[in-house]
Each structure stands twice: as structure tokens, then as C-alpha cells.
Nanobody, 119 residues
Framework: QGQPVESGGGSAHDGGSLRLSCVGSGSATCGTTVTWYRQVPGKEREFLAA???????SVHRSVRGRFTISQDSAQVTVYLQMNNLRPEDTAMYFC?????????????WGQGTQVTVSS
């Protein structure tokens, strides 16, 4: 069974930048939209940004102007560029995207990548 794989997390200082990547692994990608979320322990998963195959994007107002979502031409890799990071951006970051499970396209969550921002 395929799964999205996130990478690019790590540590950054207040005001720093990181770029996260999301690729499909083990199955062909499908569907139209790839979405990034984040979650801190004890809180609900929070929507950050989404992009469809045409390149139409949606970015939550809480990160608009600091976070940018983009993709390569075939939507093989979807990126989340995070600038001007703040300690409150510390969270586990997840992508969700469609992957073929047999003959069915299923939206699947990745395992996440940790981002830690220090002041």
C-alpha cells in the first residue's frame, strides 16, 4: 500500500525558513488536490494549504504571506515553503494526497515530518 512521504522538516531559528516536500511512495498518485496540515500534541490537525493539478492554491490566512505551496509540473512533488518561521509553527507537518489502492483512488495521510522552531 502506498503512502505519501514528507521530508524537509527539522530545526530552525525564529525568522528562519524550511521547505517541506511531499511525494507519493509505493503507489501511483491520483486525485486532484494535495493538502498540507500540521498538528501539535493535544490539538486538532490544522489545515495550512492546498494545491490542485491546475495550480490553483488555497492558503490558510494564519500562514498566508509566510507559507507558499507549489508543485512540479506533474504534481509528483508538492512543496511547502515556510519563511519567517516562528516558535508557534513548531508542529508535526503532514501532507495528504491521493494514491491508487488497487483500482481505487484513496486520499492517504503521510507519517509527517517534525518542524521545531526555536526563539
Amino acid at each position: 500500500q502506498g503512502q505519501p512521504v514528507e521530508s524537509g522538516g527539522g530545526s530552525a531559528h525564529d525568522g528562519g525558513s524550511l521547505r517541506l516536500s511531499c511525494v507519493g511512495s509505493g503507489s501511483a498518485t491520483c486525485g486532484t488536490t494535495v493538502t498540507w496540515y500540521r498538528q501539535v500534541p493535544g490539538k486538532e490537525r490544522e489545515f495550512l494549504a492546498a494545491i490542485d493539478r491546475r495550480g490553483v492554491v488555497s492558503v490558510h490566512r494564519s500562514v498566508r504571506g509566510r507559507f507558499t505551496i507549489s508543485q512540479d509540473s506533474a504534481q509528483v512533488t508538492v512543496y511547502l515553503q515556510m519563511n519567517n518561521l516562528r516558535p508557534e509553527d513548531t508542529a508535526m507537518y503532514f501532507c495528504k494526497r491521493g494514491l491508487m489502492q488497487g483500482d481505487i483512488c484513496v486520499d492517504i495521510w503521510g507519517q509527517g515530518t517534525q518542524v521545531t522552531v526555536s526563539s
